[in-house]
């Protein structure tokens, strides 16, 4: 979704607060999403999506209540109407500008950039609930990043989405960052924000599954996804890591720690360091 999606007709939409657990927030969101919504963000127990209000809208909200049922996730979904310019102010919102670390900045691309001197700045277009720098995953792995890039790296960036991890490895002084991603909608976003922060010529994407990768060509992996997805994708980069590599993972909630090492013990990576942020979890790697 980008800004420009919004201004169309239907003028009026159907605003959808969903309460929602962390462990089930990003696939009630690719629900949300792949079902037509026309925008989601991110709030502090969850996150808002919006449906034209007529009678598809009406219908998806109640396929997406269903479908929350049948998962066992349990939810609070509240509807309110609103019209098109307080949707546009209603999103703006959640997004402020984020320190991260000890010297990074996220800053959506409508505020007024004032970071310390020095500091590193990422400007963001949102389009997407993850992705922005808010969510606690996606800080665990830019702390990892400021603390292990040292300059002229080729970066992965496993699940790319707005690029946001990439572009702070660049930041920081990366060489170049490949991102891999398998939903073609995330694209427009990816380029979108490469070409605010003027960094096209150092990053790369491709949409895929199954990406074509020279073995060892990675002096970094920095990978953000939900556990499941985590432990179906890993097993495909176990070798694109040179032997001084280092793997940046999160996506996995703290409750989960001993269940996620455990399946690190059946691959060449080893855990050297953690760091926890609320209920999640993120780790460093090496080669074994």
């Known amino acids: 979704m980008n800004t420009e999606a919004l201004i169309k007709t239907p003028s009026s939409w159907f605003l959808v607060n969903v309460t929602i657990k962390p462990e089930w927030q990003e696939l009630a969101i690719d629900y949300v999403m792949n079902a037509g919504c026309d925008a989601a963000v991110e709030t502090p127990t969850g996150f808002q999506c919006a449906f034209p209000e007529n009678a598809d809208g009406e219908k998806t909200i109640n396929e997406f209540r269903q479908f929350l049922t049948e998962m066992g996730a349990p939810n609070e979904l509240a ?37 310390p001197a020095g500091d590193l700045v990422i400007r963001m277009r949102p389009a997407m609930a993850f992705g922005t720098g808010t969510h606690e995953t996606t800080q665990l792995c830019m702390k990892f990043l400021e603390h292990n890039i040292r300059g002229g790296e080729v970066v992965l960036d496993i699940g790319a989405g707005s690029g946001i991890l990439g572009m702070t490895a660049i930041r920081l002084g990366a060489e170049k960052s490949v991102g891999i991603e398998i939903d073609p909608d995330a694209k427009d976003n990816y380029w979108e924000n490469a070409e605010l922060n003027q960094l096209t010529g150092q990053m790369e ?13 990675f002096d970094i992996i920095v990978v953000n996804m939900i556990q499941t997805r985590l ?58």
């Open 205 to 217: 994407l491709q949409i895929t599954g199954t990406p074509e990768l020279a073995p060892q060509s």
């Open 231 to 288: 432990e179906a994708a890993l097993p495909h980069y176990w070798d694109v890591v040179k032997p001084s590599g280092k793997i940046i993972i999160s996506g996995v909630l703290s409750a989960d720690d001993l269940s996620f090492r455990k399946f690190l013990e059946h691959s060449p990576w080893q855990i050297v360091a953690f760091k926890t942020q609320n209920e999640w979890i993120g780790y460093q790697c090496i080669v074994n």
């Open 79 to 115: 509807i309110t109407t609103i019209v098109q310019t307080d949707w546009n102010a209603n999103w703006k919102q959640f997004f402020k500008p984020v320190h991260i670390g000890e010297h990074l900045w996220v800053f959506p691309e409508w505020e007024t950039i004032d970071a």
